[in-house]
């Protein structure tokens, strides 16, 4: 099957319809899915340039919809994240994991489910808050005309606040995984993290020792996780550069880079040894 063959639909279900005419596989087998979660760097921390509201061929995100109401698919284009502490439109790696993912998969088109949210910890992304339970809800919906292909995440700046969430930080995390493939009724469901960036600690905001000792801890959490947990992958961000002076956030071509780093992570865990 080619991209020309896929077929209009105006609506998918009865609780899953379609904000406008779409393009997906007629098959649950060729909507691949993928669940985006974390805080800014996920969700995006830099302003949109001309262009980021085009979308991207062959992948769409889900709208959010509150409790009840049933979730919708636009187009795939910045920006994809609806919960921001500021409201802006932001920029992040999301579309171009997508791109990079399809670009050799004809036939496949990228369900971008986008549930990050910039200045949250992990505790506030985990089971029992309410980002947890809308972004397992939008899955769920998803996957009533989709496969569930992985889990992006890139969080970890908010724990590096003070020493009690970075203590607690890796038994977190593996708990988050959990918990993430039981609701999601897949054991093996591929999550995979992003590191903090490596100018995160030079900022004059965030440069203290102490600070700077907790980052490198978050890092180090991060960076272990495939030796601890089946089925995860690591993404470095080597080479990534800041959108400001403050320097917590990854600039336009940061983003880009990292999201072709995850598509690249994604498909070397599938790699035969």
Not at 112 to 124: D, F, K
Not at 133 to 142: L, S, Y
Not at 183 to 212: C, M, S, W
Request: net charge positive; charged share 25%; hydrophobic share 35%.
């Amino acid at each position: 099957m080619n991209h020309s063959a896929f077929l209009c639909i105006l609506f998918f279900t009865a609780s899953l319809q379609a904000e406008e005419s779409v393009n997906i596989p007629s098959s649950k087998e060729n909507f691949h899915l993928f669940l985006l979660m974390g805080q800014s760097n996920m969700s995006g921390g830099v302003g949109l340039a001309v262009g980021d509201t085009q979308p991207v061929p062959h992948v769409l995100k889900m709208r959010y919809a509150k409790e009840g109401d049933a979730p919708k698919w636009a187009l795939g284009a910045h920006p994809l994240h609806p919960r921001r502490p500021n409201k802006k439109a932001r920029f992040g790696p999301g579309l171009s994991f997508a791109e990079t993912y399809v670009a050799d998969k004809p036939g496949v088109v990228v369900g971008l489910i986008p549930m990050a949210c910039g200045g949250r910890s992990i505790v506030q992304l985990s089971k029992g808050s309410e980002i947890y339970g809308d972004a397992i809800r939008h899955t769920k919906a998803a996957m009533q005309v989709g496969t569930l292909k992985g889990v992006l995440w890139h969080q970890g700046e908010s724990d590096t606040v003070e020493q009690t969430r970075t203590a607690a930080y890796e038994k977190r995390l593996h708990r988050l995984i959990k918990d993430v493939r039981e609701d999601l009724g897949n054991p093996q469901l591929p999550f995979i993290v992003g590191n903090l960036a490596e100018f995160y600690g030079t900022g004059k905001d965030h440069k203290a020792p102490d600070r700077v000792a907790r980052i490198t801890k978050i890092k180090e959490i991060l960076r272990s996780l495939p030796k601890k947990v089946p089925h995860t992958g690591f993404v470095e961000s080597t080479g990534c550069t800041p959108a400001a002076r403050a320097k917590v956030h990854f600039d336009r071509k940061s983003c880009l880079l990292m999201g072709k780093r995850y598509a690249k992570v994604y498909t070397d865990m599938f790699a035969k040894p």
